[in-house]
């Protein structure tokens, strides 16, 4: 159940984007139905498509619901796990508050940034709980090699810079000029130049590739799994940062954005197996952790 809820946390990300990228963010103008007196959307595209969003949020809350469950039944019960399962149900509550801010906000960037970010340190939430499940029950919670730390700080500096592109690039969420409330929707944009904040998103992405490859040359020939795990991260980065260079000069097409938000998410769990591995690796390898990634 802990992996379901990871795959589910990692699927709504990507269901969200495709909300925003076929503007479909007010296709349900109310919280937390759809429309004034009515629960379930009508036969329309946009409607249908924020509806099976939010659907996949009853499928998150039932599979979170679930894990805290197991870990409070379980035998012997483990306070790690009833802790980090209890931070998913507290985070899946604080998205559902957010996303009725993201509609009755008009899609206002700032909100919308937020509810991608939250989901972020949800999927983090997820992919602790899952690793910590798989070990035995006398096995205390390790720290995570200095590196790593870097390596998911740097990680996190992409993340927060992404957004800053999507809330200034073309894709708004909406359709402009719906009727909205007797009134045309105005959907707002973060008032920054793209160039430059794609500029600093792409040095972010830079300086992450540089760390990972860091830490994959000062980690060869010591842990093989953690070794072939940096070098999957690397593969998956290089390509998301390709892509990211083929959108930006083909104009930013909404297909490829979705992509790049899923390739996101795939970095993002992928960075955090990395530095659950690290604890391991440095408590049976102390000579690993002195290695440090510029962050």
Known sequence: MCVLSLWALCAIIVTGAAVRLTGSGLGCTEWPTCAEGRVVAPLEYHAMIEFVNRLITGVVSVAVIVAVAGSVVRIPRRRDLTRWSLGLVVGVLAQIVIGAFVVRSDLEYSVVALHFLVSMVLVAAAVVLVHRSSTPDDE??????????????????????????????????????????????????????????????????????????????????????????????????????????????????????????????????????VAQISAGATAESPEISPAVVPA
């Open 140 to 273: 205390e919670p390790r720290r995570w090699a200095g590196w790593a730390r870097a390596l998911v700080g740097a990680c996190v500096a992409v993340l927060v810079s992404g957004p800053l592109v999507a809330s200034a690039g073309p894709h708004p969420g909406a359709i402009e000029g719906a009727a909205r409330d007797g009134g045309d929707l105005v959907l707002r944009r973060l008032p920054i130049d793209l160039v430059w904040v794609a500029r600093i998103h792409s040095a972010t992405v830079w300086v992450f590739v540089l760390g990972v490859v860091v830490a994959a040359w000062r980690n060869r020939g010591r842990d093989p799994l953690l070794g072939r795990r940096l070098v999957d991260l690397l593969v998956v980065t290089v390509a998301q940062g390709a892509l990211g260079y083929v959108q930006y000069f083909s104009g930013v097409p909404a297909f490829l954005v979705g992509i790049h938000v899923l390739g996101a998410t795939l970095m993002w769990v992928m960075t955090l197996r």
